[in-house]
Structures are given as C-alpha cells and as structure tokens.
C-alpha cells in the first residue's frame, strides 16, 4: 500500500477543508504548510494594493517565510499539494 501525503497551504481555511476530505478518502496523512508569520485578515483584503497577499501575489520576489514543523517527504510515496 503506498504512503500518502495531502499537503496544503490555507490562509482562510477554505483550502483547509478540501484537502482533508481528500486526505480522508486517500487514506493520507495531513500536514498544513504555514507562514512564520501568521496572515490576519488585513493581509488577506484583495481589494487593497498594498495588502500583504496582494504583493505577494504580484510580486515573485515576495514570499513569505516558512513556519511550523518541518516534514520527511521522502517518507511518502505520493504527495498531494493544495494551495
């Protein structure tokens, strides 16, 4: 049986929700990619140009750095990526 892995990225949680439906139907593990810094709705306001996400998205020089506990991927046989 091959190990599986539903990793997801989720900064208003509806991506959350979907990859643990399919993590729940594939049997898989579940591990949630998170930003050091946590995003708060400001950040997350499309509408404002200026807006943390906002020049993230236009921007591929901005990234945010990674937080949460790191994770062996070579343990896994298939990886599911959601963002």
Known sequence: ???????????????????EMVAEAAGA???EITPKVPYTKADLNWMDKKARSTVEMN????????G???IDVSAYDEIFVGA
């Open 1 to 19: 049986m091959k190990k599986r892995l539903v990793a997801y990225f989720s900064a208003s949680g509806v991506t959350k929700k979907t990859a």
């Open 59 to 66: 921007d591929k020089k901005f990234r945010p750095e990674l």
């Open 29 to 31: 593990d579940l591990y």
């Open 68 to 70: 949460g506990e790191e």
